[in-house]
């Protein structure tokens, strides 16, 4: 049931991943930055060019909705910035696919690309199908200039694909309020606890833009039951899959970089599942 699979996201989930059988995606993909980005276990190449999957997942992202690919084409006005969001159009195209009925995509990103990055969630999987976004306070300071603010947080936006995933979040706890009404409240407890790893921190392994292990435990929670299916389609270091087995559930991590399967596959191997760990939905 647990696999690592090296290749890129599209390729691999077309080849690999049978429609409707994930329960919860997290994707913590390449912000669209146009950096590389270095460390001692590994790295990965965050500039775009355009290429046959750009256009494919632009062709995708038209099927879904030509008005939100018009709109996207427009405020894309960068030949990386196009490239980019082709390759997420058709990595979001296919993570809808193999999402059950009642499953749900959660994906991380900044605002480099945030705003172009949920128009194009919104388009494929449908308006009202959004159930929300969390804001994850990712660094006690930054560096203001004279073009921008300082970037202290990321955002996670949760995507449902059907509205019998909005219900399964009801009932696991997760929202409160009618899930077919506006203005619900996410219940994350501990979500502010999931503070981000300190330079010296010891759960680092020195991969580039390592997240912390406690935050996505509390994704999983919120999302998933005991069992379930977790899919990372850029697992990088492969913090979602620890969290994933820690919380005994099953998992399925993909990346393209051979040194960031490695990492993954050695983080796994000393990772204990919990003998007795919290879930929102023990109760549902």
């Known amino acids: ?44 190449d965050d500039r775009w060019e355009w290429s046959a999957a750009s256009a494919q997942g632009w062709e995708a992202l038209n099927r879904h909705s030509a008005a939100a690919a018009a709109l996207l084409a427009a405020v894309a006005r960068t030949a990386p910035a196009r490239a980019y969001l082709g390759v997420m159009a058709g990595i979001v195209t296919e ?12 994906l991380h990103f900044d605002d480099t690309m945030g705003a172009e990055l949920r128009l194009l969630c919104t388009a ?38 059907s509205p019998a995933a909005l219900w399964r979040l009801w009932r696991l706890g997760t929202i409160g309020g009618d899930p077919c009404s506006p203005g619900w409240e996410y219940r ?15 759960e680092r392994v020195g991969y580039p833009t390592q997240k912390p292990v406690a935050l996505i435990e509390e994704l999983i929670r919120a999302a998933t039951l005991r069992g379930n299916m977790v899919l990372d389609p850029t697992c990088g270091s492969g913090t979602a899959l620890v969290a994933a087995q ?33 879930d929102f939905g023990e109760v549902a």
Request: net charge positive.
């Open 1 to 44: 049931m647990n696999r690592l699979l090296l290749g890129s996201a599209v390729d691999v989930l077309r080849r690999e991943i049978t429609t409707g059988s994930v329960d919860m995606v997290y994707s913590d993909p390449p912000f669209g930055n146009e950096q590389v980005w270095a460390g001692k276990a590994g790295s990965f």
């Open 95 to 106: 993570l809808r696919r193999v999402l059950k009925l009642t499953g749900t995509l959660w």
């Open 124 to 161: 494929i999987f449908g308006p009202g199908l959004e159930a929300g976004t969390l804001v994850w306070k990712r660094t006690l300071g930054g560096h203001a200039n004279a073009k921008s603010f300082g970037r202290v947080h990321d955002t996670i936006a949760c995507y449902a694909r």
């Open 188 to 202: 994350f407890d501990t979500f502010a606890e999931a503070a981000p790893l300190a330079q010296g921190d010891k």
């Open 246 to 278: 820690r919380l005994n559930r099953n998992w399925t991590g993909i990346d393209l970089s051979p040194d960031a399967i490695a990492t993954a596959e050695k983080r796994l191997e000393i990772a204990r599942p919990k003998q007795a760990a919290f």
